[in-house]
Structure formats: C-alpha cells, structure tokens
C-alpha cells in the first residue's frame, strides 16, 4: 500500500493500510489492538495482528501483517477511532499469552488507571469468557499485581523488582500527611508505617528545573518528618537493580530495628 511520504509513519496509519486488505469482519487484535488504545506493550513486535473469522484465501501474505483466524463475540469488541479493536478484558488475555509477565502488568495497571476495565470485569472475563483459553493461568496470577493507581510503566517495574525479590509490596501513590492535617507528598512507593519513600526519577525530573526544584522541596518535607527517601532512576532500575533492592532492603531492615 502506498501512502504520500509527508504523512507520519504510525500504528493507525499501517491499520488503516491493513484494513484494505482484509475482510470487513477483521479486528484489531493483540498488541496492536493495545496500542490502538494506547497501552504501553513492548515495541519488539511491530507487525499489524488482526483476527479473521477465517483465514480466506484472497488475503496475501505480508511480513509486517499477522492474521490470526478465530471469532469474536460483537459484544466484546469495541470501536477505537473507527478501527475495530478486540475488548479491554480479550486484550489483557491477549496479552498474556504474547508479552513478558511485568509488561503485562504494566499493560493492567495502564487499563485499570485509565478506565479501561475494571477488576470485576476483567475477573469475569478470565473465569467465564477466557477460560481454557492461552494465556488465562498467567492472566489470572497477574491479576492480584495489578494496581490502578500506578503512574507509569518504569513505576511498576519498580515494584514488581521490589516484589520479586520477596520484600513487602509498597504502597502505590498514598498521600503522606502530617498528625495535623498538612499534606507533604505522594511518593511513587512508600512504606508509610515505617516512613520509607521510594521515588522514580525519570528523565524529565533532572531536565525540567522546576520539576527537579520541586522533587528536592518534597524531599526535604519528607526528610524533616523522619521519612527515609530512596530515589531511583533509569540507570539504577535497568543497570544496576541489585544495588536498589539493596538500599531498599537496609532501610527497611534499619527502621524494622528502630
């Protein structure tokens, strides 16, 4: 298919390229489907995945175009700029049987945060729709990870390597407030009753001043009132995770003893 060479290369752009192949039935499946609706999944698989009810013959075979042949229910699907997708709940069991078990995760906290499902619906899906189907066992033990109050995808990396390496699960985004009613911060991950913050720096943090300003201002707040303050940041997270779990793990094993 061709396209004028001004228009941005895109994952709707290449849908919409796809869509005049294959057969009105066809919907958007998988990680396409996810980027349709703007969750985050990793970008190792850039090819197009649609579902047919059948594969038909008159559909060509094209690297950068998957065609999956099963059937939908029409009311698990959904309309995503006039691109029709798979549902949220088909999604995370999509998901799960094609992305790695934290990038489903963060693929889950991304859909509960922003309205996309909710627990019940997705808990319904996987034990009557999704049942017996690919993927349900590793849908089903990531469903109690899940946590809608995430911001971003390296926060919940963050925390499943706290939690993988068998530490308490932190809190998620809890308001820190003081005996007399003073709000002082929300960090990332904390352990309230023992006063540990946790703080994902991402790149922005260091180059936007006014947010590195207000970071060292929260900080301080917290410090003043006793809380102990791990900041982490992309190299730690991805370079060197041990000497994060590490610090964790001392301030948690220094403030069990105080």
Partial sequence: MYVESELPDSVELRCDAAKLLLPSAAVFCGVTAARLYGVPVPDWDMRIHAAVPS?????PRIKDLRVHSYSISPTRL???DGRQVVG???????????VPRVDLIIA???MLRHGL???????NFLNKDGYRRRGVRRARWAMPHLDEKSDSPPETRLRMLIVDAGLPRPTVNQD??????????????SYPELKIAIQYEGAHHQ???????YDIERDGRLIEHGWIVIRVNKD?????????LNRIRKAIADRSRA
Avoid: C
């Fill in 88 to 98: 949220p709940e088909r999604l995370f069991l999509e998901l799960a049987a094609a």
């Fill in 176 to 189: 820190v407030v003081t005996e007399r009613g003073v709000w002082l911060a929300r960090p990332d991950l």
């Fill in 55 to 59: 594969v038909k013959p008159t559909i």
């Fill in 78 to 80: 959904r309309m995503r």
């Fill in 108 to 110: 889950g906290d991304h």
């Fill in 207 to 213: 180059q936007d001043h006014k947010q590195y300003s």
């Fill in 117 to 123: 499902t909710t627990r019940p619906h997705l808990n």
């Fill in 236 to 244: 730690g997270l991805f370079g060197n995770p041990t000497t994060v």
